[in-house]
């Protein structure tokens, strides 16, 4: 189950991600995103893609896509070089996921999400769940260095059917529905949708 090419973080590695989600901190925050939920509250967990807290807090359902995220890099990467030198990867992680949650905040990309009911409302990430969200992918860049390569594959699985069942959406379904909505799974996806209901 373990990799013979795991690899434990160095302090340089730390340095990188901790400058990392600087980056994205600072930048958010200059284009106007609050530091935390307007709410005033900081949660562990929201439960529900359709509370307002999803996306302003530690951890949410979208959680799982972003440590998918950092497993992607790692399988992607073997698939492709085989045995690609660890920093190198690494450094694809920091930048990819630094320009993800960059690119996510533009004003094209949210309007994207606002135009699928789902994320109908959806002011973006606070800086703490955006900056979370980062630091997800690593844990999951990370993970996925530690395992063999059909563990990655498996534990990817695992996590979108685990997001789909129970939230409803899920990375892949997020792609689908931003590049091609399907009327189908968007009723699906409302079916849970508590203001919908009653």
């Known amino acids: 189950m373990i990799s013979a090419h795991r690899r434990l973080p160095e302090p340089w590695h730390l340095s990188a991600a901790f400058a990392g989600a600087t980056v994205i901190g600072v930048t958010l925050w200059l284009w106007g995103q609050p530091l935390i ?44 070089l085989g045995q690609p030198p660890f920093t190198l ?5 920091v930048v990819t996921g630094i320009a993800w949650e960059i690119v996510e905040h533009t004003d094209w990309v949210l309007d994207q999400f606002r135009a699928t009911t789902i994320y109908q409302g959806y002011i973006g990430d606070s800086v703490l769940n955006a900056v979370a969200d980062y630091l997800w992918m690593l844990l999951g860049f990370f993970l996925a260095n530690a395992l063999r390569t059909v563990w990655v594959v498996a534990v990817i699985l695992a996590l979108e059917v685990v997001a789909t069942v129970t939230a409803r959406d899920s990375l892949t ?10 009327e189908a799974v968007e009723t699906w996806q409302q079916a849970i949708n508590p203001s919908r209901q009653g």
């Open 37 to 80: 939920c307007t709410c005033g509250e900081v949660k562990l967990w929201v439960g529900s893609v359709f509370s307002e807290g999803n996306s302003q807090h530690v951890a949410d359902w979208y959680t799982l896509s972003h440590m998918i995220h950092g497993m992607l890099v790692v399988l992607t990467g073997r698939l492709i």
């Open 173 to 182: 379904l997020t792609t689908l529905m931003l590049v091609y909505p399907v």
């Open 89 to 93: 990867l690494f450094a694809i992680a």
